[in-house]
């Protein structure tokens, strides 16, 4: 029988152990021994220490381990149920595998009935008892005082230094924000500018699938000092290298991680658990179409990877303390059109982008070809679509030299530009 969703629990609640206050099913509902035996140590050790760590499972309860569940194999099975559980309700996850406990139970009694162990009045009665059972689960029902401080949202947005755009687009704790433009119109050093910005009030993660650490970083210095990158290894005078080193001490005090190396949604995942149980943090990922997948997704085609992935990344931006701004390319049939304003249809490999996203943010040069030889252009931010405010477009000015983007003193903003055709 497939213990996977007994798998998926068990992931769930190493990676977020604050979950193990929803637990309401016991190790014997779940049919694997070995699963059994797991739960039962995650259940002893919350209550014994009011966390989860697999390491202090081993140390703590070493004595319980025997030649039936030997440590290395209970390890390696916690480990591969953390890198491939998708973040999913623990309610569902407990509620189905009770469910399949009870069926469980009502086949067996029927089975001992055709093999005449009970009587025909004895498989009623059973059948009666194990069908009214069930499991007490949070009926996700709010108080009043509950209701009004998740409706207050006052200290919950998330205030960028782009005002206009900060203004419109109302981005918010929780929000998963897609950020799209064609080839070379600035994707990363947008976000880079929101990191860099952001990084001052809240922890912030990069996962650049893209660039190397030195190149990122490099970025980051020319934004916050304003030096352009030709100058960050050659500064022509004493000033701007005492700038460069300025920007260096702030770059290094703001919290910022970032990993450069190739990623998988269960390597995300478990970063940004680990990350989010400290503060609210902002991730940033560049970009969706770089993230691997496991070895089970392998037959996937590219659109089924996408969908799975966005899915999987708004359940973490549900679920943890987290906010996630995902960096994604358009569909190359943009080049071939006309009119080259970009428009949520064209977001590139899965339509569960658009339909996942809170915040739709398409990055637009109006005159790409003209612009090409320009240090210094302007780009329109077209939010096409907006769960907390309005849809429309906002203008930065983009210096290509330093990679900063910056608020134009006019800026105005038309709620039907973005329709256009």
């Not at 569940?69 to 999913?88: S, V």
Request: charged share 25%; hydrophobic share 35%; glycine share 4%.
């Amino acid at each position: 029988m497939d213990n996977q969703i007994e798998l998926d629990l068990i992931g769930n609640l190493i990676l977020n152990p604050e979950s193990m206050k929803k637990i309401v099913i016991s190790p014997e509902n779940l049919f694997d021994y070995k699963n059994k035996f797991i739960l039962e140590l995650l259940i002893r050790q919350f209550k014994e220490y009011g966390t989860i760590n697999t390491i202090g499972i081993i140390e703590n309860y070493k004595y319980l381990f025997t030649q039936k569940f030997q440590i290395n194999e209970i390890l390696q099975i916690m480990n591969l149920a953390m890198a491939d559980a998708p973040i999913t309700d623990v309610d569902y996850l407990q509620q189905t595998i009770f469910e399949r406990y009870v069926r469980k139970l009502i086949l067996d009694e029927i089975n001992k009935f055709k093999d005449s162990k009970i009587s025909e009045n004895e498989l009623f009665e059973n059948l009666h008892k194990f069908e009214s059972m069930s499991i007490k689960v949070n009926d996700h029902r709010l108080s009043s005082d509950e209701l009004f401080s998740l409706i207050n949202s006052k200290n919950k947005n998330i205030n960028l230094k782009f005002l206009k755009l900060s203004e419109c687009a109302n981005i918010q704790e929780h929000d998963l924000v897609v950020i799209a433009a064609r080839p070379g119109i600035g994707k990363t050093g947008f976000i880079l500018n929101i990191l860099e910005d952001l990084s001052s009030k809240y922890n912030c993660i990069l996962f650049n699938m893209e660039m190397s650490e030195k190149q990122v970083y490099q970025r980051l210095i020319s934004i916050n000092s304003g030096t352009p990158m030709k100058y960050l290894n050659n500064a022509e005078t004493t000033y701007q290298e005492k700038c460069i080193k300025e920007s260096c001490n702030q770059i290094a005090n703001k919290k910022i991680k970032i990993y450069s190396q190739g990623q998988t949604i269960s390597t995300i995942r478990r970063k940004i658990v680990s990350e989010s149980k400290k503060e609210h943090t902002i991730v940033f990922i560049d970009y969706v179409g770089l993230i691997s997948t496991s070895s089970s997704d392998r037959k996937l085609s590219l659109y089924e990877k996408i969908t799975s992935i966005v899915k999987d990344l708004r359940q973490i931006s549900l679920e943890n303390d987290c906010t996630i701004f995902l960096v994604s390319q358009l569909n190359r049939q943009v080049e071939n059109q006309k009119d080259k304003t970009p428009k949520i249809s064209d977001l590139k490999e899965s339509g569960e982008l658009e339909q996942s996203a809170t915040t739709v943010l398409l990055l637009h040069d109006e005159n790409h070809d003209k612009n090409l030889s320009k240090s210094e252009i302007e780009i329109s931010v077209i939010i096409g679509k907006n769960r907390n405010g309005r849809v429309g477009i906002t203008r930065l000015n983009y210096n290509k030299e330093n990679q900063q983007f910056s608020d134009i003193k006019k800026t105005v903003v038309n709620n039907n530009d973005w329709r256009k055709e």
